[in-house]
């Protein structure tokens, strides 16, 4: 075949988007006038943005910086404010003489005290403390004679060093401020003790509240732990920016740095506003710097400028939310994003019709250019007003309406080929398929696949990769898998592959088919790609190929039986006569046989001698090909009977029947029924010999259309290995065989029981299965079919339905009273009023039909007599050529038989017996039909 691009019959073709030129060059007016113009505002927005962003920051800063300054001088001032009040000669006089008490001196004291605070209306309760701590003089009386010792201003100023502290709380005042204290010494130098004033914290305060630049700018103070010492916000004083180290913790709670103001949230420990960024960079600066950060109080974004004090750990901090400084700027944004969108909406418009413009030419020819593969006839007149002008696309045009009226020409011819390729190739009773061998699934298959195997072309390219495996019986599937698929690898172009597989029909069956395929294509480096083959249906030819191997298996073990048979039947009898003789003699031994040895030994030669006759029986039946002597029984009494034969043996055995009531008699041989249930139950006997509680299960149950008898004990069980053979002539697992010691010695087997009762169960069209489990149990459950006596009300109706046929005249031949009878019934009564005359064997049938003039005759095969029905049937095709005669028989020999007498007679069929009602009564109606045709 080559290397080809094409398949056989073309798919599905694939889908191409496209994109017109007038699409296109709208797309290219936009892209250059809204890109240029959006990248030109992006960028003007980004650098206005970042210009406004850092002048904000700049101005932040520089508001921080100046502030910080601000205080920085005003706490200078009141420090040399507190270093004056510590010079006073009054003050150092009443400190010197402190012990002494003098009244005038104190009186004196507190005028200066009160001086100062005239002088200077921003400071409260100025006061004087001791060596020790305590306070000696206070304008805020309750202060006088408490210990202060604690404190950080009296701590650092005892040692002679001024000192300015944090905004405190005072404990007895409850008012916010900042100590200034200052050492008060002697004309010598000695340190007397110390003066404290008492800045008010509304002093810094304001300079800190008067700090508003915009809508939503603040700023506040905070000290060298990070926690807000001054802020607008009065709620939010002495809560730290993040959180604080356990450290500062500590010295806070033991030095009551703070405390709670009236008609505040203000807490005595610090807590945290939770951020801790900004507090970071805040407190690691040593001048002034900006930081962006994102605050949880209004969850948005803050640009902080700050600054730190030159005197004081404080630092100035100027907060803006960004979105305060970027408000204009966004309003900007705004109209550009609107001015770009009034552009684009211009520019479409324009777009638009330049597009339509342009390219209306073009897409009359693309219109045009589609037609090649339209069935729609093309009319060059339909694009005059393109072709009639003198520039290159009317030229363009002239030549493209010549050649799609070309290809339309060819297209049509092709497309008829196409149809008489596809018509002769469904045609095909055969499957021909391409399949690819990498992707593993079909390409193409004609209808030939709804014929072989029932699924269409679609549900067998739906299976995709699943369609070998799903499809093709397992063995075969294994050997496609090791064998076949690697022979496409290795095969030329022009080799074909031979094999065959089973591949599952839609209903299920498995079909046999015969393939031939060869390489259809394959990959750029030569590798095959797909496959193409054609399929042939053989299940016919392999079914019979199966049938006439087992006629041959057959008519060897007939022949094999039959020399058994004739040896049988010639040993047979005298072999039993000997076995009377010592069976007789024995029983009658036993009867005056008083030793127990003697005895003992008697009883192993009597049963011996009982042995020998089931040996005999087993062996004649086994070779003898006779056919089932129907009758209607009770399949329960039949099996009581079998329990009473064997009641001896199982005396010793819990035996449990359960029968269902209202089983239906069963039409069959009573003695091969009787011989099959005598074979089972002394097996189960035999598999009990070792068993310590030894039971015998008996069941009888209706199943559908079937009777069912199970028989089941807890013995020895049968090997798994072993289960697939124990219908085999002379197989046995007893006596020499019995390997594991599961029977007791005495016990021996003939290795014919179960081959005969497999043989009678599928005479009776039966089957018969085992389940065992070794060392546990062993059940058998045999099925054979019901065969009413008369007709099902839902028979009559099917019959009464379709077509049937009424008051004729029918010679039945048929030696079983069982069978006559209810075939008799049949035809007689309602609904057909036939009318019947019984022969009982050849010569009688051939007698009436010399007398009579019949319509149909049912014939049994095997007739007592010299005659058999095979006599009578070519007695009558001398008289009748056209009368239908209906067969009923099981007889192997028969049914090869009649295959060639069907292939020479059309008015013949058969029936294996035994055979349903409505099967009977349905084949008579069959053969009535075509005898009228």
């Known amino acids: 075949m080559g290397k080809k691009n094409e398949h056989i019959m073309p798919g599905k073709k694939k889908q191409i988007v496209r994109i017109s030129i007038g699409r296109k060059l709208i797309i290219a007016f936009l892209l250059l006038s809204i890109v240029p113009m959006s990248t030109v505002a992006y960028y003007n927005l980004t650098q206005s943005r970042n210009e406004v962003t850092r002048l904000a920051k700049s101005e932040l800063e520089d508001l921080s910086y100046h502030t910080a300054r601000f205080i920085d001088q005003l706490l200078v001032e009141n420090q040399r404010n507190a270093a004056n009040l510590a010079g006073n000669p009054t003050i150092v006089q009443f400190m010197s003489e402190s012990g002494k008490n003098s009244l005038p001196l104190k009186e004196k004291t507190y005028q200066v005290l009160q001086n100062f605070v005239d002088n200077h209306p921003d400071y409260n309760a100025p006061g004087l403390f001791d060596a020790n701590g305590i306070v000696l003089a206070s304008l805020t009386d309750i202060l006088v004679g408490k210990n202060r010792s604690f404190r950080d201003y009296f701590q650092i100023s005892i040692t002679g060093q001024p000192y300015i502290s944090d905004i405190l709380v005072g404990r007895s005042t409850r008012q916010p401020g900042v100590f200034l204290s200052h050492p008060v010494k002697s004309s010598q130098g000695k340190i007397l003790g110390i003066n404290i004033a008492w800045l008010k914290a509304d002093t810094i305060w304001k300079i800190i509240d008067d700090i508003h630049v915009g809508k939503k700018k603040f700023a506040y103070l905070i000290d060298q732990d990070g926690v807000i010492i001054a802020h607008p916000n009065r709620d939010l004083l002495y809560h730290s920016l993040g959180k604080i180290s356990p ?103 324009i777009s638009i019709l330049l597009a339509n413009t342009i390219t209306f030419p073009v897409r009359r020819l693309t219109e045009t250019a589609a037609k090649v593969t339209s069935t729609t006839p093309f009319n060059p007149s339909s694009i005059a007003d393109v072709t009639s002008g003198n520039d290159e696309i009317a030229y363009l045009g002239q030549v493209l309406s010549e050649m799609v009226l070309s290809l339309q020409a060819s297209e049509e011819n092709l497309r008829e080929k196409k149809q008489f390729i596809e018509s002769i190739v469904n045609l095909s009773p055969d499957i021909l398929y391409i399949y690819d061998i990498i992707d593993k699934k079909n390409v193409y298959s004609n209808n030939g696949i709804r014929k072989i195997l029932g699924f269409s072309s679609k549900e067998i390219q739906e299976m995709g990769n699943t369609l070998i495996p799903q499809l093709m019986h397992p063995d075969d599937f294994k050997f496609y898998v090791n064998h076949t698929y690697p022979r496409y690898f290795k095969t030329a172009d022009n080799d074909s592959i031979f094999h065959q597989v089973r591949m599952k029909h839609k209903n299920g069956s498995w079909h046999w088919l015969d393939c031939i395929e060869m390489i259809y294509l394959r990959e750029p480096d030569g590798s095959p790609k797909q496959i193409f083959g054609v399929i042939h249906d053989i299940t016919a030819q392999k079914q019979a190929e199966n049938e006439k191997l087992k006629a041959e298996q057959y008519a060897a073990n007939q022949e094999k039986q039959a020399i058994v048979g ?45 042995r020998g006759k089931n040996l005999t029986k087993n062996l004649v039946a086994f070779a003898k090909d006779q056919e089932p002597k129907y009758e209607f029984f009770n399949i329960s009494e039949k099996i009581d009977l079998v329990l009473k034969l064997l009641k001896k043996d199982l005396e010793q055995i819990k035996l449990i029947k359960e029968y269902e009531q209202g089983i239906p008699d069963l039409l069959a041989d009573p003695g091969m029924i009787e011989h099959t249930l005598i074979n089972m139950i002394q097996n189960s006997i035999h598999a009990l010999s070792n068993s310590g509680h030894p039971e015998i299960m008996i069941r009888t149950y209706c199943l559908a259309d079937t009777i069912c008898i199970e028989i089941e004990d807890n013995g020895c069980g049968i090997p798994e290995e072993h289960i697939k053979n124990i219908y085999e002539q002379s197989f046995t697992l007893k006596g020499k065989q019995d390997k594991t010691s599961s029977y007791k010695k005495i016990i021996k087997g003939t290795g014919y029981g179960m081959s005969n009762v497999k043989k009678y169960i599928e005479q009776h069209k039966g089957t018969i299965r085992v389940e065992s489990e070794v060392g546990l149990s062993t059940k058998f459950t045999i099925s054979l079919p019901i065969i009413n006596k008369e007709l099902t009300t839902e028979e009559k109706k099917e019959i009464l339905i379709s077509k049937s046929y009424f008051s004729k005249y029918i010679l039945l031949v048929e030696d079983e009273p069982g069978i006559s009878d209810v075939q008799y019934k049949l035809l007689s009564k309602e609904p057909f009023n036939n009318k019947v005359d019984i022969a009982p064997n050849g010569q009688v049938a051939i007698d009436l039909f010399e007398r009579n003039t019949y319509d149909f005759v049912s014939l049994d095969y095997i007739l007592p007599g010299e005659i058999n029905g095979l006599g009578v049937y070519r007695h009558i095709r001398k008289k009748n050529q056209n009368i239908p005669i209906l067969f009923l028989s099981g007889n192997i020999e028969f049914l090869e038989s009649i295959k060639e007498l069907k292939q020479n007679d059309a008015h013949i069929d058969h029936l294996s017996k035994p055979c349903r009602n409505i099967d009977y009564i349905n084949g008579i109606n069959k053969l009535m039909a075509m005898a009228l045709v």
Request: some cysteine; glycine content about 4%; overall charge negative.
């Open 566 to 610: 004739q040896i049988a039947g010639k040993m047979a009898h005298d072999f039993n006569n000997i076995l009377g003789i010592i069976m007789g003699n024995t029983e009658l031994s036993l009867l005056y046989c008083n030793d127990p040895e003697i005895t003992k030994i008697l009883e192993l030669i009597f049963d011996q001698t009982i």
């Open 247 to 349: 450290e500062s913790v500590s010295t806070i709670s033991s030095t009551l740095r703070f405390g709670t103001i009236p008609n505040t949230k203000t807490p005595l420990i610090p807590e945290s506003l939770g951020m801790d960024q900004l507090a970071y960079k805040v407190l690691s600066i040593r001048e002034s710097d900006t930081f962006r950060y994102y605050s949880p109080l209004d969850y948005k974004y803050h640009i902080a400028g700050y600054s730190r004090l030159k005197k004081q750990t404080w630092t100035v901090v100027v907060d803006l939310p960004e979105s305060e400084f970027l408000a204009s700027l966004n309003r900007i944004k705004t109209l550009a994003y609107i001015s770009i969108g009034l552009v684009t909406i211009i520019t479409v418009m």
